[in-house]
């Protein structure tokens, strides 16, 4: 037995019995993998294949991954002869863990199959617990795994090394491996040449790519209608070419894939699948005929619906305006939730207005305003000489004031805990008590409340009561932020020029910019940027370099990597993240050239911005 091996079986035995590790004396990724599989309740002493396909399936499984089986064979039968020495098998995994093909040594052939290692088995660490395969798949990264690194005792006798393949749209199309009887000895050579051959399939992958791609190219040319909502993409979904009517509405196309078209407002009328010239029965992509999608959210809305901001034509914001229909027909507690600047109380008034309190009072709060010790006051009142300082005559608060209308208290998540309880009593019993008083005084109003912040966290931290949340968290409407509505930002300029008699044309490259950037202030910082071109340009045109002097955020560095995410963050993920960062300080905060140079659809980027934390 090897030392390293033998060290590992003593490391191992102790975690299956005891459940300790020696962290210092494992591969980082070893350990990782042990403490999955006991999370996953996998059986130590087991460990042979339990899923395993039916003919029928197999064969489905193998016709879907023919493009991966078509390019790998071949260099995997030119190999075998040479590594028979080592009385190994090579195999082929699908992403999903399935082995598509298993050849090599005959002996070793023999000696997997009693484990169930076929061809057909499902071989995951979920499975049969850390091995090879099912750790690259899961890690997605190249990894030895020798002997009683294993976490099954049924391989402890195999030494194996597998390498993800990717293709050339960067997605896992497999993973090579071979295994050996570790009795031979540990063979530190393995690992080199499956990368190096995974490596010779990769650009394999990419050189069928690129002829696919020039196929789809000569289907375009047959294409006659230019002035067509018509595309063609490849088996992945990427636009490999578009007609001149689809290159006006998407300049960007070719860093597109369907899922992106279809994001863009678009839908599938027709799709034809398209074959290659040289291998007939194999479909190479998809000849697709598109329709602009007409939002139905907006009909949905009463003609009566008043809102007097504006509603733009983006579907994000047509959901919100339809949610605040439908709850301005109700007297139930509504609560709005999005970043500063998104226009809540704006919404809270026209909920109010087109609700039966209409002739009633429309009363707003701001909480975080009120100082702690005034907000009693405030809201509740209070009669004469309640304190050193009251009025003679008394103070109705804004409870009293909002009496057969609608209180809005705005940052309601900044209310003290004492406040809380004060406020669950009025709420419950409908009464307020104002200081210094003894008699009750019946409300009749409608609450909407709104923050910035997420108040369900808040519970979770003990900053909110639980009780009261349930009372004002009745109906949530979540507002957009201005990034997520860019397609509005033209509305927004056309009803500030209406309002300010400012009638100025914005070339098309300004508003492209407007639309480009992230807007962290939202609709209030696009009108009071707005107030200052107004200033500055006059009855010029307001041009791209005054646009950009005025908006063009500092170089500012990303927020870094807490524990936590780095946790949950694979290494890839990482360097996709440093990426990305670099991408947006090189481009002073400007999403869309960040995207630009990184060749990433921007729906892609803040998807991406949301996910790592950026």
């Given at each position: 037995m090897d030392v390293r091996d033998a060290l590992n079986r003593s490391v191992w035995d102790r975690f299956v019995k005891e459940g300790a590790l020696d962290d210092s004396r494992i591969n980082k990724r070893i350990s990782e993998s042990w403490l999955f599989c006991r999370q996953k309740g996998i059986n130590p002493y087991y460990g042979k294949g339990k899923t395993i396909l039916t003919n029928d399936k197999f064969q489905e499984r193998k016709k879907a991954?023919?493009?991966?089986?078509?390019?790998?064979?071949?260099?995997?039968?030119?190999?075998?002869?040479?590594?028979?020495?080592?009385?190994?098998?090579?195999?082929?995994?699908?992403?999903?863990?399935?082995?598509?093909?298993?050849?090599?040594?005959?002996?070793?052939?023999?000696?997997?199959?009693?484990?169930?290692?076929?061809?057909?088995?499902?071989?995951?660490?979920?499975?049969?617990?850390?091995?090879?395969?099912?750790?690259?798949?899961?890690?997605?990264?190249?990894?030895?795994?020798?002997?009683?690194?294993?976490?099954?005792?049924?391989?402890?006798?195999?030494?194996?090394?597998?390498?993800?393949?990717?293709?050339?749209?960067?997605?896992?199309?497999?993973?090579?491996?071979?295994?050996?009887?570790?009795?031979?000895?540990?063979?530190?050579?393995?690992?080199?040449?499956?990368?190096?051959?995974?490596?010779?399939?990769?650009?394999?992958?990419?050189?069928?790519?690129?002829?696919?791609?020039?196929?789809?190219?000569?289907?375009?040319?047959?294409?006659?209608?230019?002035?067509?909502?018509?595309?063609?993409?490849?088996?992945?979904?990427?636009l490999v070419w578009v007609t001149d009517s689809m290159r006006k509405l998407l300049p960007k196309w070719h860093q597109l894939t369907l899922s992106d078209v279809k994001g863009e407002g678009f839908s599938i009328a027709r799709k034809k699948p398209l074959y290659s010239f040289q291998q007939q029965d194999s479909v190479i992509g998809y000849h697709i005929h598109l329709k602009k999608r007409i939002p139905k959210l907006l009909s949905q809305i009463r003609s009566t619906f008043t809102y007097e901001g504006v509603q733009g034509k983006s579907e994000t914001f047509q959901k919100t305006l339809l949610q605040a229909e439908k709850a301005s027909r109700t007297n139930i507690p509504v609560h709005l939730s999005g970043e500063t600047g998104t226009g809540k109380e704006l919404l809270a008034r026209a909920i109010h207005v087109n609700s039966p309190r209409t002739s009633g009072p429309f009363i707003p709060v701001n909480c975080g305003a009120v100082p702690k010790d005034l907000m009693a006051g405030e809201l509740f009142g209070y009669v004469s000489g309640a304190f050193t300082g009251a009025k003679r005559s008394g103070h109705k608060g804004k409870f009293e004031q909002a009496h057969g209308g609608t209180l809005f208290l705005d940052e309601i998540g900044e209310i003290s805990q004492e406040m809380q309880i004060a406020l669950l009593r009025v709420l419950e019993d409908k009464k307020v008590i104002p200081l210094g008083g003894v008699k009750p005084v019946d409300v009749d109003i409608r609450i909407i409340t709104a923050s910035h912040r997420d108040l369900e966290e808040m519970v979770d931290k003990g900053s909110l009561r639980e009780d009261l949340f349930y009372r004002i968290f009745v109906y949530p409407i979540e507002l957009p932020p201005l990034r997520k509505r860019i397609e509005d930002i033209p509305c927004f300029i056309k009803d500030y020029g209406q309002k300010n008699d400012w009638h100025i044309h914005f070339p098309k490259e300004v508003v492209a910019y407007l639309q480009s950037f992230p807007w962290p202030g939202n609709i209030r910082q696009l009108l009071h940027c707005l107030d200052r071109l107004h200033v500055e340009a006059g009855s010029s045109q307001p041009t791209l370099e005054l646009i950009s002097s005025m908006l063009s955020p500092k170089k500012t560095l990303p927020p870094s990597l807490d524990n936590s995410l780095q946790d949950k963050l694979t290494f890839r993920e990482q360097m996709e993240r440093s990426k990305i960062a670099e991408a947006l300080i090189a481009a002073n905060g400007n999403v869309t050239k960040a995207a630009a140079q990184l060749n990433m659809p921007r729906s892609t980027f803040y998807r991406k911005l949301k996910k790592l934390n950026l």
């Open positions: 991954n023919k493009k991966l089986l078509h390019t790998a064979l071949p260099v995997l039968k030119n190999l075998l002869p040479f590594f028979n020495h080592t009385r190994a098998v090579f195999l082929l995994v699908d992403p999903e863990g399935y082995v598509l093909f298993m050849d090599g040594h005959e002996m070793a052939l023999h000696k997997a199959k009693s484990i169930h290692f076929i061809e057909g088995v499902k071989w995951t660490e979920e499975e049969v617990g850390t091995n090879a395969i099912g750790t690259a798949l899961r890690i997605k990264e190249p990894i030895q795994i020798v002997g009683a690194e294993h976490y099954a005792v049924a391989s402890h006798s195999w030494g194996c090394c597998s390498s993800p393949i990717w293709n050339a749209d960067g997605q896992m199309a497999g993973i090579l491996n071979t295994s050996y009887p570790v009795r031979l000895g540990i063979d530190e050579q393995m690992l080199p040449f499956v990368i190096a051959a995974t490596y010779a399939i990769e650009q394999r992958l990419v050189a069928d790519a690129r002829t696919r791609e020039l196929e789809l190219l000569k289907h375009a040319s047959l294409i006659q209608l230019s002035h067509s909502l018509t595309i063609i993409c490849n088996n992945q979904g990427k």
